[in-house]
């Protein structure tokens, strides 16, 4: 089967065809949990958070417009959005804890302890930064996009976001280091 | 000092390098002059890229992709009655298709654009777009109305007049003034122009049968002069008179009712050649045979035959007017005595 491309697929799941729907978990699913959980940590709360992603995006596919943002930046900011909501949501409802009680991923046996609280510390660093640069690291080192698949996802130059990438990549830098 | 614009680029530049293979030192080694502001910021991407990112478990790709299916099934479901009968729902979709917005996007991609565009920016150029457009549409019909309606009023007066122009005439009349292109015959002005062909010899007093056209202004262009001998024309025309035919040279024929086919214009000419106080005629009664000479005439003058009653040689009866004196009088200098009487 040749490859379907982002707009193909964007009018099958339109017309609630089946097998686009497999195939959006199949091209997205890893990349989109594993954003996810760069942002909370924790397997559960991602497992959560990656479901609520694709309810929200069969509720919207009919007024998604494939000459907006691209269908795949458009998937991920509504998988940040409910990241960072859920972050909040468990912050307040653990009293903030919720990040250093968080166990290793029971799937990736091959990170380690260390590994797991430098993690942590990262991500208590990335959400030091402004949300907008938040989204310019994650989607740039966490997702991998390129520099313009970013700046379509944020709506910006792609001068204005290798500016803010490198204010954020220098603030995470400072933070770290102010911690020790 | 290298400023941030600078050490932005250079960092990308790095960053790509790394991503093809090099290793964060060789990228500070490429620029050294930088390489205290690129080191953190080089270090720190390459602690994102290292954040675990782990695989989506088994069992819950397999909850997920089921979830999916049993919506997709229920939006079939729920699309199908909708599809068969005119359900608001068809009607709601049609108008997303036709969102002002996202025809603007086509058209923003369709010319190159790439970028990404919120909706609420594009709604409001769209609705900006519209609202000008609609304006430049109703300008340009209200335009359009008033030139129709200018053209439809202009039409009735052309029409007239090219009527007024191709309407041959016939005239009948004494000649009052004779000038180079303009003669005044039965109190008509006439207009002569080089393809103007007369014959006879043109003089005050002499009746002038003249064919010709009526121009715009009302006056006669003459496309062809005869002037007759007065002694000949007493026994065709019992009064020479000034009358306005189409075609046809009536022998007399009442002013009043003379009327050409352009009768617009010849109409009101008729009226002037009739006399404001009819004076009586010396040789009878019949004022309307002295309509044409009395203007501006001595009562004496006024004859209905004035050749009849005149040797040939004595002057014209309508050949002085009074108030005026005509270029014609030019013609009698040579015959006045000295103290300005003519002879």
């Known amino acids: ?180 | 000092m290298i400023m941030d614009d600078q050490l932005a680029d250079l960092l990308e530049q790095c960053l790509q390098r790394v991503e093809r293979g090099a290793t964060v030192d060789e990228c500070l080694a490429a620029y050294p002059a930088a390489q205290t502001e690129l080191e953190l910021p080089l270090h720190m991407a390459a602690q994102l890229g290292a954040l675990p990112r782990p695989a989506m478990p088994a069992p819950l790709r397999a909850s997920l992709e089921a979830n999916l299916l049993k919506l997709a099934a229920e939006r079939r479901a729920a699309q199908a009655p909708a599809n068969s009968a005119a359900h608001p729902a068809a009607a709601a979709r049609f108008w997303r298709w036709a969102d002002p917005s996202d025809a603007l996007l086509a058209l923003l991609h369709a010319l190159g654009y790439r970028g990404a565009l919120r909706q609420p920016w594009l709604r409001l150029a769209a609705l900006a777009i519209a609202i000008v457009l609609t304006l430049l549409v109703s300008a340009g019909v209200v335009v359009a109305a008033n030139a129709v309606i200018k053209s439809m009023r202009a039409d009735p007066p052309t029409a007239l007049s090219s009527a007024q122009q191709i309407t041959p005439v016939t005239l009948n009349g004494p000649i009052e003034q004779i000038a180079q292109e303009r003669w005044v015959v039965g109190g008509r002005a006439i207009l002569l122009d080089s393809q103007t062909s007369i014959q006879g010899t043109p003089r005050p007093g002499a009746l002038a049968i003249i064919r010709g056209t009526v121009i715009v202004d009302g006056a006669l262009l003459a496309d062809s002069i005869a002037i007759e001998d007065p002694a000949a024309t007493l026994v065709p025309t019992a009064a020479a008179t000034a009358t306005l035919a189409p075609t046809a040279i009536p022998a007399a024929l009442p002013v009043a009712t003379a009327a050409p086919t352009t009768a617009p214009i010849a109409a009101p000419a008729v009226p002037e050649r009739q006399p404001a106080a009819p004076a009586p005629s010396q040789g009878g009664g019949n004022d309307q045979t002295c309509q044409g000479q009395q203007r501006g005439r001595d009562d004496k003058k006024c004859d209905p035959n004035p050749h009849a009653n005149q040797p040939p040689a004595a002057k014209p009866p309508a050949a002085k007017p009074p108030a005026t004196k005509p270029p014609a009088a030019k013609h009698d200098d040579k015959k006045k005595d000295g103290k300005g009487r003519q002879k």
């Open chain 1, 1 to 180: 089967m040749e490859p379907v491309t982002d707009a193909e697929l964007v009018v099958r799941l339109k017309a609630n065809d089946d097998e686009a729907y497999r195939e959006v978990v199949i091209r997205y699913g890893d990349p989109l949990y594993g954003y996810i959980y760069s942002i909370t940590g924790d397997p559960h709360l991602s497992e959560d958070v990656i479901g609520e992603t694709y309810l929200k995006m069969v509720e919207k596919i009919d007024t998604y417009t494939f000459y907006g943002a691209p269908f795949k930046a458009w998937l991920y900011r509504i998988a940040h959005n409910l990241a960072i909501n859920a972050m909040k949501r468990a912050q307040r409802t653990l009293g903030g804890t919720a990040l250093e009680s968080a166990g290793p991923a029971a799937d990736d046996p091959a990170t380690t302890v260390a590994a797991q609280l430098d993690a942590e510390e990262l991500r208590c660093a990335i959400a030091e930064l402004t949300e907008e640069q938040q989204q310019v690291v994650l989607l740039r080192f966490v997702a991998g996009h390129s520099q313009g698949e970013v700046a379509q996802a944020l709506d910006k130059t792609e001068n204005a976001v290798k500016q803010m990438q490198f204010r954020a990549l220098r603030s995470l830098g400072r933070l770290l280091s102010a911690r020790g």
